[in-house]
Nanobody, 122 residues
Framework: QVQLVESGGGLVQAGGSLRLSCAASGRTISSYAMGWFRQAPGKEREFVAAITWRGNTDYADSVKGRFTISRDNGKNMVYLQMNSLKPEDAALYYC????????????????WGQGTQVTVSS
């Protein structure tokens, strides 16, 4: 079992930055694909970013060039640096871990965190 705990969410003005953190426990995540998804009220959970165990990254088109996912296997941590935030980025952000891959669909993810709220004021 892998437990994931997100932190770093909050209220930020449009154009600002936030750094989300995901602390993993229970198992080392060095062999897991990790990712971030988000869910706004009334909308489905959507893919934001993913990073393979090798460090290869993938991003949703809506966040490319603004968000950066990274991992520190030694600390069992995953991060999401979010710059140039827009009101449409506001959502509950979830950390995800999968033993195979993190793709666009949330339906196959092995482990989820509880989420951290990001609010962006215009």
């Amino acid at each position: 079992q892998v437990q994931l705990v997100e932190s770093g969410g909050g209220l930020v003005q449009a154009g600002g930055s936030l750094r989300l953190s995901c602390a993993a426990s229970g198992r080392t995540i060095s062999s897991y694909a990790m990712g971030w998804f988000r869910q706004a009220p009334g909308k489905e959970r959507e893919f934001v970013a993913a990073i393979t165990w090798r460090g290869n990254t993938d991003y949703a088109d809506s966040v490319k060039g603004r968000f950066t996912i990274s991992r520190d296997n030694g600390k069992n941590m995953v991060y999401l640096q979010m710059n140039s935030l827009k009101p449409e980025d506001a959502a509950l952000y979830y950390c995800a871990a999968d033993s195979r891959r993190v793709g666009n669909s949330p339906s196959t993810i092995d482990y989820w965190g509880q989420g951290t709220q990001v609010t962006v004021s215009s």
